[in-house]
């Protein structure tokens, strides 16, 4: 069975600091999809970003940046420069390919809060 | 293009009864799954549809039930609702029809309260 392991519950940051969200995976497939999702004070859930496993490549976007590593099974996610509308929940999730591919597993959360 | 549509947004039932969720999708996307959100639990599968068909269905008990219906429109049913069924459901699509994972776009949800 898989599992998402978000260790940091919640995490408090003043306005500009960098922060990283901590996700580690467990699956025996060798195919399979990560995900981050923030979920605002509103309750819906955003998507961020899907990467496969086959494809290790970094990834940024503005001040966003994902490190997703195979050999440790961890897929982090780096604000840069936090700002206050930044506060909120974080999600990690996984799916595999084939029969099960459209049911998410999410890990806990962190909630990020950023203070001005 | 407007986004998922989740109808009621609240929700007061007392215990016994049952309750109809409703989840209109992004036009386009045939499959739609649902999930729990509870403080104990966090998110949690319940089960997901395309093309009017139950594909995967995740760890709850027989009194949580869904559709679909031809138009991708989906329906989630709880019956004999007890307390700890209060919580926030979320209803999300995708594109369906691939055996890779779309990605799943999320409606605002619903929020339940059992009294």
């Known amino acids: 069975a898989q599992k998402v392991t978000q260790a940091q519950t919640e995490i408090s940051v003043v306005e500009k600091e960098d922060v990283t969200l901590d996700c580690v995976y467990e699956?025996?497939?060798?195919?399979?999809?990560l995900f981050w999702y923030k979920q605002p004070p509103s309750g819906e859930l955003v998507f961020l970003i899907r990467r496969n496993s086959f494809d290790e490549q970094n990834e940024i976007s503005g001040r966003y940046s994902w490190n997703f590593q195979k050999s440790t099974s961890s897929f982090n996610f780096t604000i840069t420069a936090s700002q206050v509308v930044d506060s909120a929940v974080y999600f990690c999730?996984?799916?595999?390919?084939?029969?099960?591919?459209?049911?998410?597993?999410f890990g806990k959360g962190t909630l990020l809060t950023v203070n001005p | 293009k407007a986004g998922v549509t989740q109808t009621p947004r609240y929700l007061i039932k007392t215990r016994g009864q049952q309750v109809t969720l409703s989840c209109s999708p992004i036009s386009g996307h045939r499959s739609v799954s649902w999930y729990q959100q509870t403080p104990g639990q966090g998110l949690q599968f319940l089960f997901e549809?395309?093309?009017?068909?139950?594909?995967n269905k995740g760890n709850f008990p027989g009194r949580f039930s869904g559709r679909q219906f031809s138009n991708s429109r989906s329906e989630m049913n709880v019956s004999t609702l007890e307390l700890g069924d209060s919580a926030l459901y979320l209803c999300a699509s995708s594109l369906g029809g691939t055996s890779i994972a779309d990605t799943q776009y999320f409606g605002p949800g619903t929020r339940l309260t059992v009294l």
């Open positions: 549809y395309f093309s009017e068909t139950q594909r």
């Open positions: 999730a996984l799916s595999l390919s084939g029969g099960s591919n459209y049911k998410l597993t």
């Open positions: 699956t025996r497939d060798t195919t399979y999809y």
